[in-house]
Structures are given as structure tokens and as C-alpha cells.
């Protein structure tokens, strides 16, 4: 048992340079994984703002034309009375 804890299994010179690259290789996958997850939300909240936008210029243009088709504002009303 004591023999472990004595003796390491790669001399302090050569195990340095593996805990480095490790250390290296975790922070440059992190730092990826974060990129990737930025430009998905990016993408995502563009999309939500087209969706968005489209379905206000839609809300509109019904009410303009004096088509107003039932919503959540008619369910309100018809819960009413």
C-alpha cells in the first residue's frame, strides 16, 4: 500500500506536460461548447423575433381588413357571459 503513495506512475518532469495538455484540451472544448451554444441561442431568438413580427403584421392586417378571427381575446369575452 505504501508502495503507491511512494512512488508516482510518470515522473513529475514527463506527468506535467500531460496534466498541461489536458487542462488545455478541457478549456478549448469548453470554450467551443460555449460558441456553439451562443449561436444557437442567437439563431433561436432571431427566429422568435421573425415569428413575432410575423404574427403582428398578420394581427394587423386582420384588423385593418375588419377580419378579426377569434384569439385569446374572444375566449376571454365568451367566458364572460
Known amino acids: 500500500m505504501n ?3 511512494a512512488a508516482p506512475a510518470l515522473p513529475l ?3 506535467g506536460k500531460y496534466v498541461a495538455g489536458a487542462y488545455i484540451v478541457f478549456v478549448v472544448l ?3 461548447y460555449v460558441a ?3 449561436a444557437k441561442l ?3 431568438e432571431r427566429e422568435l423575433r421573425d415569428l413575432a413580427g410575423f404574427a403582428e403584421s398578420r394581427k394587423e392586417a386582420e384588423r385593418a381588413n375588419g377580419q378579426a378571427t377569434p384569439g385569446r381575446e374572444a375566449e376571454e369575452v365568451a367566458t364572460d357571459v
Open 3 to 5: 508502495l503507491l503513495i
Open 13 to 15: 518532469d514527463e506527468a
Open 30 to 32: 469548453l470554450v467551443v
Open 36 to 38: 456553439i451554444m451562443a
Open 42 to 44: 442567437g439563431r433561436i
